[in-house]
């Protein structure tokens, strides 16, 4: 069974700042995809950005990009020119991608972003 | 701008009542999953659809959850009787087999209170 951990309950960033939320996860495929998530206040899920195993290209979605490392297992996010609507929970995510797998995601504990003025 | 609804938001009910709970996922994707957030547990996956059959509900309490999609615009989430312990928020979500990446997409979900 795979399985993710994010290690880090809170952590707090400065307005304008960079911020990196690490991801470390556990799987015997070969094949996946890897996703982040946040949940602001309203409890909303919302996908911030998403990674396939197979690329090794790091994606970005503005300010917004991940430290993909597959050999170590490491899927981290980092949030640059933190602003204060940043401020939320966020959730690693991990999906398997072999053909007839069960398609469900499986969640980090998730980390808590506070953003200071 | 496509998004998955559910009602109700909130539901506050007393021990031993049922529950019920809707989804509507996107229009045309036909992957359903219905997902459970407690402090304790975190989220966890309580069943999946595809195409409207069922395909995981080892998640889910038997003797007390059912999970129906009776249509390709509705999945229910039915509780009965209802316990303290339910006590959750709800999320439904809905993507697109096959797709890249088969992204899923979440409601706002529906937080449950029972007494």
């Known amino acids: 069974a795979q399985t993710v951990t994010q290690s880090q309950p809170e952590m707090s960033v400065q307005e304008a700042e960079t911020v990196t939320l690490s991801c470390t996860y556990d799987?015997?495929?070969?094949?996946?995809?890897l996703f982040w998530y946040k949940q602001p206040p309203s409890r909303q899920m919302i996908l911030v950005i998403r990674?396939?195993?197979?690329?090794?290209q790091n994606a970005t979605e503005n300010r917004f990009s991940v430290n993909f490392q597959k050999a170590a297992k490491s899927f981290s996010l980092k949030i640059s020119d933190s602003q204060l609507g940043d401020a939320a929970m966020y959730f690693c995510a991990y999906r398997s991608a072999i053909p007839g797998a069960n398609s469900k995601l499986t969640f980090g504990k998730g980390i808590t972003l506070s953003v200071r003025p | 701008d496509a998004r998955v609804t559910q009602t109700p938001r909130h539901k506050v009910t007393e021990m031993g009542q049922e529950v019920t709970m809707r989804c509507q996922p996107i229009?045309?994707?036909?992957?359903v999953f219905w997902y459970r957030q407690t402090m304790m547990q975190g989220l966890e996956l309580l069943a999946y659809?595809?195409?409207?059959?069922?395909?995981?509900d080892s998640g889910m309490p038997k003797d007390r959850f059912s999970a129906e999609m009776p249509d390709a615009t509705l999945a229910t989430l039915k509780i009965q009787p209802s316990e303290p312990r339910d006590s959750a928020v709800y999320f439904c979500?809905?993507?697109?087999?096959?797709?890249?990446?088969?992204?899923?997409?979440f409601g706002p979900g529906t937080r449950l209170l029972v007494l």
């Open positions: 799987t015997s495929e070969s094949d996946y995809y």
């Open positions: 990674q396939e195993a197979y690329k090794q």
């Open positions: 979500a809905s993507g697109r087999a096959g797709t890249y990446q088969e992204t899923q997409y």
């Open positions: 229009l045309g994707h036909n992957t």
């Open positions: 659809f595809r195409n409207r059959a069922p395909l995981d």
